[in-house]
């Protein structure tokens, strides 16, 4: 009996290595009526089947305008199942291929926010957060006027925001170690290359606290003084001048030490610059102009395709382009 039931099973394992996986069948269609297949898949969120479907457009069609439009479909399909990197190569091949189209700057926007999408917690690697600044920035440089440059600059501000808290959990791991030296490195860092996040207040008490743990007080109530001048009534100040034991006058002589000069030459300008920050935050909340939140918003006419309809003598149809 078990010898009959191991010749089954090995005539089962016969079978299965002859058979085969018969591949899809090819069908070739107009480029238009592939391109509304696709996106009829999109439509009912079927996201990696329209990635496939719009490719298949680029393949059958590849000198079509459709084709120049399935790319990015395609891309954008990747992004929303989340299959970031295959979203990305597509992308670089179309910026590669189409520099100048006019497209290229949603091309740009949707690559950073691939890599915006993968930014993980400040106790993990940030690699995907350098490459969204870069691509971000790369964006503003390539297009500054266009309408995803405003949006990209908000994302600057926040990923900034993201690198700054990086390195304040590093130097709160290096203080709590006792190892003090490190973790200054870390908090001056946070004061020089990231002024305008919602960290450097913190960053100056932590220097308070380790130039006092050093025995550094000349240095500690320089921190505690800039921290009090730039940050008033913070709670963070109140804990550093509990720390160095504050006297009146000591704020005064450190706005003329050397180490005060990143907060008081411009703080006007800076106090500026985040009240307009947040007003184009406000902004961008409320404007019902923009499209890139859903790029999907409604349909529109193809002037390119209108002319190339006309010319060969086809009733003009209508097909779904989100990107103006």
């Known amino acids: 009996m078990f010898k009959a039931i191991i010749k089954l099973?090995?005539?089962?394992?016969?079978?299965?290595?002859?058979?085969?996986?018969?591949?899809?069948?090819?069908?070739?269609?107009?480029?238009?009526?592939?391109?509304?297949?696709?996106?009829?898949?999109?439509k009912e969120k079927k996201y990696k089947t329209a990635a496939k479907a719009f490719t298949e457009v680029e393949r059958q069609h590849p000198y079509s305008i459709w084709a120049l439009k399935s790319q990015l479909m395609s891309a954008y399909s990747s992004y929303m199942k989340n299959e970031y990197d295959?979203?990305?190569?597509?992308?670089?091949?179309?910026?590669?291929?189409?520099?100048?189209?006019?497209?290229?700057?949603?091309?740009?926007?949707?690559?950073?926010?691939?890599?915006?999408?993968?930014i993980s917690d400040v106790k993990r690697d940030q690699q995907?957060?350098?490459?969204?600044m870069k691509s971000l920035r790369d964006l503003i440089v390539r297009f500054p006027?266009?309408?995803?440059?405003?949006?990209?600059?908000?994302?600057?501000?926040?990923?900034?925001?993201?690198?700054?808290?990086k390195e304040m959990q590093i130097g709160r791991y290096y203080q709590n170690k006792g190892n003090y030296l490190a973790a200054i490195n870390r908090f001056l860092l946070?004061?020089?290359?990231?002024?305008?996040t919602t960290h450097v207040a913190e960053a100056l008490h932590r220097l308070t606290e380790t130039y006092t743990a050093l025995g550094m007080m000349e240095e500690a109530k320089k921190a505690a003084a800039v921290l009090g001048f730039n940050f008033p009534g913070n709670d963070w100040y109140y804990d550093s001048y509990g720390l160095v034991g504050g006297k009146k006058g000591d704020l005064e002589r450190a706005k003329n030490s050397k180490w005060f000069w990143p907060f008081t030459n411009d703080k006007e300008s800076i106090q500026k610059e985040e009240k307009v920050k947040i007003e184009r935050r406000e902004k961008i909340k409320t404007d019902n102009k923009t499209k890139w939140?859903?790029?999907?918003?409604?349909?529109?006419?193809?002037?390119?395709?209108?002319?190339?309809?006309?010319?060969?003598?086809?009733?003009?149809?209508?097909?779904?382009?989100?990107?103006?």
């Open 9 to 42: 099973l090995f005539v089962f394992i016969l079978l299965l290595g002859c058979s085969k996986v018969e591949p899809d069948e090819y069908t070739e269609k107009p480029a238009e009526v592939l391109y509304n297949e696709a996106l009829g898949h999109l």
């Open 86 to 118: 295959d979203a990305i190569l597509t992308l670089d091949r179309f910026i590669q291929l189409h520099p100048v189209s006019k497209d290229a700057p949603y091309a740009y926007y949707l690559k950073a926010l691939c890599y915006y999408e993968q």
């Open 128 to 132: 995907m957060t350098e490459n969204a």
């Open 145 to 165: 006027n266009s309408k995803y440059a405003r949006d990209a600059e908000v994302k600057i501000d926040l990923t900034l925001d993201h690198l700054a808290g």
């Open 190 to 196: 946070v004061t020089k290359n990231y002024q305008k």
């Open 293 to 324: 939140y859903w790029p999907f918003a409604e349909e529109k006419e193809s002037s390119e395709t209108e002319k190339q309809v006309k010319i060969e003598g086809k009733k003009k149809s209508k097909w779904y382009w989100p990107f103006d």
